[in-house]
């Protein structure tokens, strides 16, 4: 029977683990120094490893060659464990068990001593969903358990842990995995399983991801299923509805170099496609991002495929500091206004076209001067503009100096003084 990739490759030892290295070496060193304490929670997002730490975690402590980093994985213990019929690793569900009736029942069995095991271990999964009452029948226990007893709590959502429960724990906080972890760890499993796939895709399925590697596994196995036994860049795209990032980076050039034209023909390729313009936006948000680390931090960049950072790199010198920040801010504040618009497209749109009205001017501009009213009467009649011809071309990323002066207003003449008459000479 098939078994999916994220059972199949479940890591059963601290060297199998990807990423959190924090977390292992703790653990490592704990079990090998024999500091063991009875309660651990594992805390982080979705598929990033808290369930798993917790089963080898129990494994070490009992492997048949005794409590060790390093189980044996050919004793019974560690085989019945891996199988997940070890009968001293109680696992439950909180989510399902929430009344303070089951917790009673569960403490109930905790003074016994363990039927195959060197420690009865309770991993508990979503600890968060207990009940305030199954919070308060567990502390006593979960404070001075039996020697025999460890605890081992996972949870999504720390924040809803009374904190009477988690300073009775030790607790670690597993990190979200970054995308070039994720299509390493990738790249090998394909490879064991001979699938051929290629690299652009298995980068585009890792950062579809969001750090969760058992959603880029689940996505692999999908990806396998749409592309008839091989993984290519186009089938993922297709499957996952993404956008193409060569439109996002033609939109962006295009709107900095005033192109209306073909600023129209990808609004109407947007139309056509019938797009989620949210997601366009989302999309255009994160590559201004990109573009701005890029400038000024560059060791901080994301790491794309190769094509990808390519294109950016171009990018990246053909848009001044300022510009992207001022797309940027006018980006955001368009992706908050989406949900007021009469509907998604029209605002995605006033975006766009925000973003073609509010340009920098080019280094061959100046600003022109709004006439000025005073006393009625129109002191500037027109507007003038002017090509600064004498200025030596200036690269698009340096930043363009706008000096505003103010309209010259020419006072009206003071009247002469009336000359003293003369005095008339006497007779």
Same mark, same amino acid.
């Given at each position: 029977?098939?078994?999916?990739?994220?059972?199949?490759?479940?890591?059963?030892?601290?060297?199998?683990?990807?990423?959190?290295? /924090?977390?292992?070496? #703790? =653990?490592?060193?704990? $079990? &090998?120094?024999?500091?063991? @304490?009875?309660?651990? +929670? %594992?805390?982080? *997002?979705?598929?990033?490893?808290?369930?798993?730490?917790?089963?080898?975690?129990?494994?070490?402590?009992?492997?048949?060659?005794?409590?060790?980093?390093?189980?044996?994985?050919?004793?019974?213990?560690?085989?019945?464990?891996?199988?997940?019929?070890?009968?001293?690793?109680?696992?439950?569900?909180?989510?399902?068990?929430?009344?303070?009736?089951?917790?009673?029942?569960?403490?109930?069995?905790?003074?016994?001593?363990?039927?195959?095991?060197?420690?009865?271990?309770?991993?508990?999964?979503?600890?968060?969903?207990?009940?305030? /009452?199954?919070?308060? #029948? =567990?502390?006593?226990? $979960? &404070?001075?358990?039996?020697? @025999?007893?460890?605890? +081992? %709590?996972?949870? *999504?959502?720390?924040?809803?842990?009374?904190?009477?429960?988690?300073?009775?724990?030790?607790?670690?906080?597993?990190?979200?995995?970054?995308?070039?972890?994720?299509?390493?760890?990738?790249?090998?499993?394909?490879?064991?399983?001979?699938?051929?796939?290629?690299?652009?895709?298995?980068?585009?399925?890792?950062?579809?991801?969001?750090?969760?590697?058992?959603?880029?596994?689940?996505?692999?196995?999908?990806?396998?299923?749409?592309?008839?036994?091989?993984?290519?860049?186009?089938?993922?795209?297709?499957?996952?509805?993404?956008?193409?990032?060569?439109?996002?980076?033609?939109?962006? $050039?295009?709107?900095?170099?005033?192109?209306?034209?073909?600023?129209?023909?990808?609004?109407?390729?947007?139309?056509?496609?019938?797009?989620?313009?949210?997601?366009?936006?989302?999309?255009?948000?994160?590559?201004?991002?990109?573009?701005?680390?890029?400038?000024?931090?560059?060791?901080?960049?994301?790491?794309?495929?190769?094509?990808?950072?390519?294109?950016?790199?171009?990018?990246?010198?053909?848009?001044?500091?300022?510009?992207?920040?001022?797309?940027?801010?006018?980006?955001?504040?368009?992706?908050?206004?989406?949900?007021?618009?009469?509907?998604?497209?029209?605002?995605?749109?006033?975006?766009?076209?925000?973003?073609?009205?509010?340009?920098?001017?080019?280094?061959?501009?100046?600003?022109?001067?709004?006439?000025?009213?005073?006393?009625?009467?129109?002191?500037?009649?027109?507007?003038?503009?002017?090509?600064?011809?004498?200025?030596?071309?200036?690269?698009?990323?340096?930043?363009?100096?706008?000096?505003?002066?103010?309209?010259?207003?020419?006072?009206?003449?003071?009247?002469?003084?009336?000359?003293?008459?003369?005095?008339?000479?006497?007779?």
């Amino acid at each position: 029977m098939y078994q999916v990739l994220a059972r199949k490759y479940r890591p059963r030892n601290f060297n199998e683990l990807v990423g959190q290295n /924090h977390v292992s070496r #703790a =653990l490592s060193s704990a $079990l &090998e120094r024999g500091r063991l @304490h009875h309660a651990y +929670l %594992f805390t982080g *997002t979705r598929g990033v490893g808290k369930t798993t730490i917790a089963r080898i975690l129990a494994k070490c402590l009992n492997c048949e060659t005794g409590v060790t980093s390093t189980p044996c994985e050919v004793c019974a213990t560690c085989k019945a464990v891996n199988e997940g019929r070890f009968i001293d690793l109680i696992e439950i569900d909180a989510a399902s068990r929430t009344k303070v009736e089951d917790t009673r029942e569960l403490l109930d069995n905790v003074p016994y001593a363990p039927t195959q095991g060197r420690f009865k271990v309770y991993l508990i999964d979503e600890v968060h969903m207990l009940s305030t /009452h199954s919070f308060n #029948a =567990l502390l006593k226990t $979960l &404070e001075e358990p039996p020697e @025999h007893v460890k605890f +081992l %709590f996972a949870t *999504t959502d720390p924040q809803k842990l009374p904190i009477t429960v988690i300073s009775r724990c030790l607790q670690f906080t597993l990190r979200p995995l970054a995308v070039d972890e994720i299509t390493k760890h990738l790249g090998a499993i394909l490879e064991k399983e001979q699938i051929n796939a290629d690299q652009d895709a298995i980068w585009q399925i890792a950062e579809s991801a969001q750090g969760s590697l058992r959603d880029a596994l689940s996505l692999t196995d999908q990806a396998i299923a749409y592309g008839q036994g091989s993984v290519h860049h186009q089938d993922v795209k297709e499957m996952l509805g993404l956008i193409d990032r060569t439109i996002i980076y033609d939109l962006i $050039l295009a709107i900095h170099q005033n192109q209306r034209e073909k600023v129209s023909q990808l609004l109407l390729q947007f139309r056509h496609q019938a797009l989620d313009v949210s997601l366009v936006l989302d999309q255009l948000i994160s590559t201004l991002h990109e573009l701005a680390i890029l400038q000024y931090l560059p060791d901080l960049s994301l790491k794309y495929s190769d094509e990808i950072n390519r294109k950016i790199m171009q990018l990246s010198k053909l848009i001044s500091a300022q510009d992207l920040q001022l797309y940027y801010q006018i980006a955001c504040k368009g992706r908050s206004d989406l949900q007021l618009a009469v509907t998604q497209e029209q605002g995605f749109e006033m975006c766009v076209l925000r973003l073609l009205a509010f340009r920098p001017l080019a280094p061959n501009e100046i600003l022109v001067a709004e006439p000025v009213q005073q006393n009625g009467q129109a002191v500037v009649n027109h507007q003038v503009q002017q090509q600064v011809q004498d200025i030596a071309p200036v690269s698009a990323v340096q930043p363009v100096e706008v000096i505003s002066q103010p309209a010259m207003v020419e006072p009206e003449p003071e009247p002469e003084p009336e000359p003293e008459p003369e005095p008339e000479p006497e007779p």
